[in-house]
């Protein structure tokens, strides 16, 4: 195992809101197929504020949106209305193109709430880029929960610690994660390129330490010579656990991104800013008032 990098999260304003973003970095754009990583809150929002994303395009990636706590009302161009809560799988696969918002329902809004979770894009290979867009939601029951020596790890996609998940994937992909009581490790599975974030509270990889909000890239994680991440949280009333969130897998090469667009190929990027500027991208159902410009 090789530690590459070691990631502060960065702030950025989504307009309302902001959210931590680890990836991409500058050094190292993508761990093996994943091309962005934003951890959003935990937010506080008073009445009448909250998460309020107006319609917008993506491109030849995949989302994973995961929530800790809150809850947020996602709406796309193929139709889909689906609350997504603690726990649960929304994976939306733009291939092609689609279009989606981001919002509340009015009864969350208009009550003081909080808002907590992951929200990561994963590219797809060259021959899945331009899939037919799809949406695929998995209720909290169906994502596998396992103890491994009493730590309790959810295998969100992939395969790991002898389960699988049932979320649809395009090439080698893991994402999970766990939650550590002070002094207890994990040995970490295994996988080619892999990068350990951390939610809450404090850990360790071969006594390099990671505090909240920093992520650490690795190299030819796991295998026969195991990797462990150790909680070195001091337990309190406001952090009694370190909770992480490992992802990975295949590298699959240079990608190219423009705002909400990824791709292998710089000229498919500006058919997609031609296509979304000239009104081409299909609109939201529902929600077909607003959208996003293009930034300049």
Known sequence: MTIQHIITAREKDL???????????SKQRMVGP???????GPAEFPAGEGINVRPHPHINLATVTYLFEGEILHRDSLGNH?????????????????????????GVRNAPHRQHGLQLWHA???????????FYHYPSTDIPAVKIDGIAVRVLIGSAYGVTSPVVTFAETLYLEATLAPGESLALPSVQEAALYVVDGEASVDGTLLQQYQMMTLENCGGTA???????????????????ALIGGEPLGERHIFWNFVSSRKERLEQAKRDWR??????????????IPLPD
């Open 82 to 106: 689906q609350l997504i809560r603690p726990g649960e799988i929304n994976l939306m696969v733009a291939g092609s193109g689609i279009t989606h918002s981001e919002r509340e329902r009015d």
């Open 226 to 244: 195991v990797t462990a991440v150790t909680a070195t949280t001091q337990k309190t009333q406001d952090t009694p656990a370190t909770r992480i």
């Open 124 to 134: 797809l290979p060259e021959g899945h880029e331009e899939t037919p867009p799809a």
């Open 15 to 25: 307009g309302g809101f902001s959210v931590r973003r680890l990836l991409p970095y």
């Open 34 to 40: 994943w091309i962005f990583f934003d951890h959003m």
């Open 278 to 291: 000239e009104g081409r991208f299909a609109k939201v159902h529902g929600d077909t008032v607003e959208f």
